[in-house]
């Protein structure tokens, strides 16, 4: 499949970054939907309910992260494959995927044999909260399997183009999810295990959806396990650009220990804004990041085909909707934040607290809008080092530091940490992008469209 019969190589570059991009973001925002319904079904149940799912998110990141992480790295090397027309190192990368995730599912089994209450037990000694923990982020570790399957699927598919299959998936898994949460949890009584068990049979069937997308005969790839092939290098390539990009996932858990941490000692009213603070977020941000998704392939395919002219196109206008998307967001959080926490909580302290927070935190949406893009135009080209240190940077090199010293001057100065870390991090990677285009777009040979 090579860029004259690849639609990757030869469409217009707008008319292209929409279609591939759209479905990746609407798919993006229903996830980010279904997260804060979710939420509000396992409040219901009681407080020390929502407490032990809360305590089980960062094992749920872990989990993501690695499916994330590997499908990115799959993701890379199928675009770059198929652009320089090997379609058989393409159809290698996928099915060690599928083998990874199966390994990094044991990991979660592991997990839940040995590790799983002694986890909760590191945070509370609450019995009640320990137990509905364990019962839940057991079932969670399990069924994690399907979440593997189905995120290393999406990615594969987007690495082809394909944005419409990966759409389905999230919108099966998240649809079924919310579907059977009440149901489970209130009509058969199944309190908070039927929320997990909500959440691993939606999981299933997004993974049904994305290995159909695989394996049937209308795919792209030509997969055949019984003919697969262990090969070191190719593990080391999907890596290259995987293994950063799980740490980069893993990041967020990490930061809002450390940051909870900071701003406990201030107030527990605190603790619950950020809370509602990363839910609210998810909406400005999960468009953009389905953005990257769109772009990813685009780049990472006529970096294949060495067409640094699509390359530089791609990267415009991608900074150009970013920048246009969370410029929207920055706006809604600017005037309406008193509307959005009290989506929340009727708290007038709380939503006093919330007003302040989302709009100073809200000044870093701007300058994120083309670090966002930056950290995706390295792993288009196989840079995942670069976007890992972008990452570390954005998330705890500088924004931790910072937090921590601006902590001595009152709560609402930690929150001006965001704005001031995203704005330094972006220096730095502008830095780097002018680094990547030098030794690795310039020197390529423009194919013509």
Same mark, same amino acid.
């Given at each position: 499949?090579?860029?004259?019969?690849?639609?990757?190589? *030869?469409?217009?570059?707008?008319?292209?970054?929409?279609?591939?991009? &759209?479905?990746?973001?609407?798919?993006?925002?229903?996830?980010?939907?279904?997260?804060?319904?979710?939420?509000?079904?396992?409040?219901?149940?009681?407080?020390?309910?929502?407490?032990?799912?809360?305590?089980?998110?960062?094992?749920?990141?872990?989990?993501?992260?690695?499916?994330?992480?590997?499908?990115?790295?799959?993701?890379?090397?199928?675009?770059?494959?198929?652009?320089?027309?090997?379609?058989?190192?393409?159809?290698?990368?996928?099915?060690?995927?599928?083998?990874?995730?199966?390994?990094?599912?044991?990991?979660?089994?592991?997990?839940? &044999?040995?590790?799983?209450?002694?986890?909760?037990?590191?945070?509370?000694?609450?019995? /009640?909260?320990?137990?509905?923990?364990?019962?839940?982020?057991?079932?969670?570790?399990?069924?994690?399997?399907?979440?593997?399957?189905?995120?290393? !699927?999406?990615?594969?598919?987007?690495?082809?183009?394909?944005?419409?299959?990966?759409?389905?998936?999230?919108?099966?898994?998240?649809?079924?999810?919310?579907?059977?949460?009440?149901?489970?949890?209130?009509?058969?009584?199944?309190?908070? /295990?039927?929320?997990?068990?909500?959440?691993?049979?939606?999981?299933?069937?997004?993974?049904?959806?994305?290995?159909?997308?695989?394996?049937?005969?209308?795919?792209?790839?030509?997969?055949?396990?019984?003919?697969?092939?262990?090969?070191?290098?190719?593990?080391?390539?999907?890596?290259?650009?995987?293994?950063?990009?799980?740490?980069?996932?893993?990041? !967020?858990?990490?930061?809002?220990?450390?940051?909870?941490?900071?701003?406990?000692?201030?107030? /527990?009213?605190?603790?619950?804004?950020?809370?509602?603070?990363?839910?609210?977020?998810?909406?400005?941000?999960?468009?953009?990041?389905?953005?990257?998704?769109?772009?990813?392939?685009?780049?990472?395919?006529? *970096?294949?085909?060495?067409?640094?002219?699509?390359?530089?196109?791609?990267?415009?206008?991608?900074?150009?909707?970013?920048?246009?998307?969370?410029?929207?967001?920055?706006?809604?959080?600017?005037?309406?934040?008193?509307?959005?926490?009290?989506?929340?909580?009727?708290?007038?302290?709380?939503?006093?607290? !919330?007003?302040?927070?989302?709009?100073?935190?809200?000044?870093?949406?701007?300058?994120?809008?083309?670090?966002?893009?930056?950290?995706?135009?390295?792993?288009?080209?196989?840079?995942?080092?670069?976007?890992?240190?972008?990452?570390?940077?954005?998330q705890m090199g500088i924004l931790l530091p910072i937090a921590y010293l601006m902590s001595n001057f009152g709560l609402h100065f930690v929150w001006l940490a965001y704005p001031i870390a995203e704005t330094l991090t972006l220096l730095i990677s502008t830095k780097l992008r002018r680094k990547a285009i030098r030794e690795y777009v310039d020197p390529l040979e423009t194919v013509p469209n």
């Amino acid at each position: 499949m090579h860029a004259k019969n690849n639609k990757m190589g *030869y469409e217009p570059m707008l008319p292209l970054i929409i279609k591939m991009s &759209l479905p990746a973001m609407l798919s993006m925002f229903i996830q980010s939907l279904y997260n804060v319904v979710d939420s509000y079904f396992v409040a219901q149940i009681s407080e020390p309910a929502l407490r032990a799912t809360s305590l089980s998110f960062p094992i749920q990141i872990l989990i993501i992260a690695i499916a994330v992480g590997t499908g990115v790295g799959v993701n890379s090397f199928v675009a770059r494959s198929l652009g320089a027309g090997r379609k058989k190192d393409a159809d290698s990368a996928v099915m060690h995927g599928v083998v990874l995730a199966i390994i990094s599912w044991l990991i979660f089994i592991v997990f839940r &044999l040995f590790f799983v209450q002694k986890f909760f037990t590191l945070f509370t000694s609450d019995a /009640e909260v320990i137990a509905m923990g364990t019962s839940y982020l057991s079932i969670v570790s399990v069924g994690a399997i399907f979440t593997l399957l189905q995120i290393l !699927g999406e990615k594969a598919l987007q690495g082809t183009g394909n944005m419409m299959i990966p759409m389905t998936s999230q919108l099966v898994g998240a649809i079924t999810n919310i579907i059977l949460d009440p149901i489970f949890i209130f009509v058969f009584g199944w309190g908070i /295990e039927g929320a997990a068990i909500a959440t691993v049979i939606g999981q299933f069937f997004g993974a049904m959806v994305t290995l159909y997308g695989l394996f049937s005969k209308k795919s792209v790839f030509d997969l055949n396990i019984k003919g697969f092939t262990w090969d070191n290098s190719t593990v080391k390539k999907i890596y290259e650009v995987g293994f950063p990009s799980i740490l980069m996932q893993s990041l !967020g858990a990490f930061l809002t220990i450390f940051l909870n941490g900071i701003i406990i000692q201030f107030s /527990e009213v605190a603790v619950s804004v950020l809370g509602v603070y990363f839910k609210l977020e998810s909406f400005v941000m999960m468009p953009v990041f389905g953005l990257g998704q769109g772009i990813l392939p685009i780049i990472g395919f006529n *970096y294949g085909a060495k067409n640094s002219d699509r390359i530089h196109e791609a990267y415009r206008y991608g900074v150009l909707i970013s920048l246009l998307l969370l410029s929207v967001g920055f706006v809604i959080f600017q005037v309406f934040p008193a509307q959005l926490m009290g989506i929340f909580s009727h708290d007038e302290a709380m939503i006093r607290m !919330g007003v302040i927070t989302l709009r100073l935190i809200s000044l870093y949406f701007i300058p994120a809008s083309l670090g966002i893009v930056n950290s995706t135009f390295f792993q288009s080209l196989g840079l995942g080092n670069y976007s890992l240190i972008v990452s570390f940077l954005r998330q705890m090199g500088i924004l931790l530091p910072i937090a921590y010293l601006m902590s001595n001057f009152g709560l609402h100065f930690v929150w001006l940490a965001y704005p001031i870390a995203e704005t330094l991090t972006l220096l730095i990677s502008t830095k780097l992008r002018r680094k990547a285009i030098r030794e690795y777009v310039d020197p390529l040979e423009t194919v013509p469209n």
